[in-house]
């Protein structure tokens, strides 16, 4: 069974007024690169060429302007619409089409992920076809996110949505690994008191059948987000800080493209071609 990347980039932005009213949210810069990047760039770490990227109508033509098809990459992208924000787990159900048949690795745009261990942890996701994968994250404040709850062997035991008094403080970040079944799972939900498709549900439903496993991110692992211009200004200082003291960028695609393999020597080199205009064409340079 292949894997296939879910790159969630819809949503209408709103908490990020009025910087989206022209611009998908996921188009802002994290520091030196579009937002996008940095999910587009974990799913990558698995190994993962083809990425479905559901979005509202009126931004898809922004992405796609952004990432192109993936060939330049190795990679082959498609772009499926989401008319409405049903929720993360409708994304599953819009793009069925496209994922029929595949193991999905899901990841929101907004989320970003960095750390040594970061690879590993999505290559060990990703070795099991079967069942569901999810992360925990310990957190100070829980009532902000999705919450699972694990017993002494490590297994989940409930999963919560912004919980107002959690019985756990660890975080669900916005990374998942299902088998095939999920699309179908998707398409048996009934809506939250929200109004959405929920997430946790989809995990709910697997747990039930004790085909939820969740591992525990360690601290070698950095996860931010950029939901506000707070969080986004927080992304930015670490992305700066981090690129400053060692000299390496994190989530440049085209890098990480010719280290995985994805393109070829020649092919990196064409990137470079027409010669180093700013900074970050100048480090691309540096490494053909």
């Known amino acids: 069974m292949s894997w296939k990347g879910l790159l969630l980039a819809g949503g209408t932005g709103s908490r990020l007024e009025p910087l989206t009213k022209a611009v998908n949210k996921h188009l802002l810069p994290i520091y030196d690169k579009p937002m996008i990047y940095y999910p587009l760039t974990t799913l990558m770490l698995g190994g993962i060429k083809d990425v479905v990227v559901v979005s509202s109508p009126d931004a898809l033509p922004q992405l796609e302007k952004c990432l192109g098809d993936g060939a330049t990459w190795g990679m082959h992208f498609e772009y499926v619409e989401q008319p409405e924000p049903r929720g993360i787990a409708d994304a599953f159900i819009v793009a069925e089409k496209q994922l029929a048949g595949h193991s999905v690795a899901l990841i929101l745009g907004d989320n970003i992920f960095h750390g040594s261990g970061l690879r590993l942890l999505v290559q060990e996701a990703m070795r099991d076809h079967s069942g569901a994968q999810i992360f925990g994250y310990g957190v100070t404040d829980p009532s902000a996110f999705g919450v699972v709850e694990l017993d002494r062997e490590g297994k989940p035991v409930s999963l919560e949505e912004k919980p107002t008094d959690s019985r756990s403080n660890l975080a669900v970040p916005g990374l998942y690994f299902y088998d095939e079944k999920v699309c179908e799972i998707a398409k048996a939900l009934t809506p ?29 692992i950095a996860w931010l987000d950029g939901g506000t211009p707070e969080s986004m200004f927080d992304a930015a200082q670490y992305v700066h800080v981090m690129q400053a003291r060692t000299g390496i960028r994190i989530a440049v695609p085209e890098e990480l493209a010719f280290h995985l ?13 027409s010669g180093p205009k700013t900074s970050y064409e100048r480090y691309l340079a540096s490494l053909a």
């Open 261 to 273: 393999g994805f393109i070829d020597n020649t092919q990196f080199a064409r990137l470079t071609a």
């Open 192 to 220: 939250s008191g929200r109004g959405e498709l929920e997430i946790t549900d989809v995990n709910r439903a697997y747990m039930s059948e004790r085909e939820l496993s969740v591992t525990e991110m360690g601290r070698g």
